[in-house]
């Protein structure tokens, strides 16, 4: 009798000890397929900027970042969250030496830059690939969402997205689209446009700005010179430098500037580049969100 009960007291807690394990596993689905993660991992390694902005927005730290050796590129709405990291070099090529160190449990990369360096990359641990260059504003959220569940706080992250999007809703109110935006980069050699495929012209559109730029159907930018700006002769051109002297100097001068409408109403507005085009996160949204606000409603210029 007491041999039987003891039987069933040992199969319970073997079933239950089951049900936790299978409960405590993390299914993902990521750009490269499906990783099953045995629990929710706590020494993370990022390889890419809106990945750590995805963390930071839950309170969570990486331990390893892929920073560029400046951790003043990532904005500091994202570097005061976060606890001190390791950095493992450059995102277009992290080190796989000082990752291996870490001892990293997950590591989070984006498609585009690390596809090559995937198999590598998992031998030395569980490895999603997310998009992030190139990405949209809603791709952001995606893969926040991906993340959110990766780390084993898919609630949280939930939660902390449709905070974002009612503060995006409440933007969105403060906004018209009588006037057309635009955002580039120059530098030296010339202009890129950012269009509505872009995380920038998306973020524009769901804030109901209107696009100075054509839908791009294949890409999310394209290169321009003094004539492509004329065509698309934006009310407000948002720009960032990546070089003290760009084409703009040298464009200023030629009889062509004086027909943009920028040139008559001075809505030129040189923005932060970590901002604007490389953080590209939930946070990097909502700084946006709120400088465009200052700057189109407020008439202010950014600190930047």
């Known amino acids: 009798m007491l041999v039987a009960v003891f039987q069933r007291i040992i199969l319970t807690l073997i079933l239950i000890c089951s049900v936790f394990s299978v409960q405590a596993s993390i299914e993902v689905k990521h750009e490269l397929g499906t990783l099953v993660l045995p629990g929710a991992p706590k020494r993370i390694v990022v390889l890419e900027y809106s990945f750590i902005d995805a963390l930071a927005a839950i309170g969570m730290s990486p331990i390893g970042v892929a920073d560029d050796l400046d951790p003043e590129r990532i904005i500091p709405e994202v570097r005061d969250l976060l606890e001190p990291w390791t950095s493992v070099g450059m995102r277009s090529q992290p080190s796989l030496e000082v990752i291996a160190r870490l001892k990293p449990d997950l590591i989070i990369g984006d498609v585009y830059r690390h596809r090559v360096s995937y198999e590598d990359l998992s031998k030395i641990a569980p490895t999603i690939l997310l998009k992030s260059r ?10 926040a969402e991906i993340i959110g569940k990766a780390v084993g706080k898919e609630q949280e992250m939930l939660d902390r997205i449709a905070q974002h999007k009612q503060l995006m809703d409440d933007y969105r109110l403060r906004f018209n689209n009588a006037e057309t935006m635009q955002f580039t980069t120059v530098n030296e050699r010339g202009m890129w446009m ?8 998306s973020l524009f559109n769901y804030l109901g700005l209107k696009a100075a730029l054509p839908d791009l159907k294949d890409s999310h930018l394209i290169q321009a010179n003094l004539e492509v700006l004329l065509r698309v002769n934006p009310d407000w051109l948002f720009y960032v430098r990546s070089k003290p002297v760009t084409v703009l100097e040298s464009w200023e001068h030629n009889p062509l500037f004086k027909l943009l409408k920028i040139s008559k109403t001075h809505q030129m507005v040189e923005v932060s580049s ?4 490389l953080n590209r996160g939930m946070l990097a949204a909502e700084g946006i969100a709120k400088e465009l606000d200052n700057i189109v409603n407020n008439k202010s210029k950014p600190d930047s």
């Open 274 to 277: 970590a901002l604007w085009s």
């Open 194 to 201: 950012h269009g509505p495929l872009s995380f920038t012209g």
């Open 134 to 143: 190139g990405e949209s504003y809603l791709d952001a959220l995606k893969s």
